[in-house]
């Protein structure tokens, strides 16, 4: 596992992701409420944050986060996601080769946390971690999933000169969270 962590830490790092490695849930949510601290995430637009639900918000989760983090906000709308400065996702797998996130975003939900805010903080079990695209295939059928993102990066775009821009059609800054306590799905 360790070897899969180093060549996605290079690979993500590579196209200018920030990753960490966590044990538990409970350092991701102080991570994540130190994040929402550093940034100035307050309720007001343009400055809040949402987190779209997913298996590290059951048990204490959320009641856990809303106490410390008052501004967080786990109601997600398209306003919401559009006013938000931060927008925190789990993703469904982690990809070493290539240092890309695999999400099920059938629910409007998580592609709207993850497209729309200017930061994206995306959560992954560690034990999620697979070495290539087509191992993570053989795991996914069609029937269990409606729409899979791809997420390597932050968002970029080149014009015909190819000056690099990041961060207009979506978050300017990914911050990839492995959680080695946090499963998600069969394994």
Not at 39 to 63: H, N, S
Not at 99 to 105: I, N
């Amino acid at each position: 596992m360790e070897t899969l962590f180093e060549t996605f830490k290079a690979r993500a790092e590579a196209v200018s992701a920030e990753v960490h490695r966590l044990a538990t849930q409970r350092e991701a949510f102080d991570f994540v409420i130190n994040l929402l601290q550093e940034q100035g995430v307050e309720d007001v637009p343009g400055r809040g944050a949402i987190w779209a639900d997913g298996t590290i918000l059951k048990g204490f989760g959320k009641k856990y986060l809303a106490n410390e983090a008052p501004c967080l906000s786990f109601e997600i709308t398209r306003q919401a996601a559009a006013d938000a400065k931060v927008g925190i996702s789990q993703a469904d797998w982690a990809v070493a080769a290539t240092g890309t996130l695999v999400v099920d975003a059938a629910q409007v939900e998580q592609r709207l946390v993850s497209t729309l805010p200017s930061i994206h903080v995306a959560l992954v079990g560690t034990s999620r971690l697979r070495a290539d695209l087509p191992t993570v295939l053989k795991q996914l059928h069609p029937s269990q999933t409606g729409y899979i993102s791809l997420i390597t990066g932050p968002s970029r775009t080149a014009d015909i000169e190819r000056v690099l821009t990041i961060g207009v059609h979506g978050p300017e800054r990914l911050i990839i969270v492995f959680v080695d306590e946090l499963e998600r799905g069969n394994a």
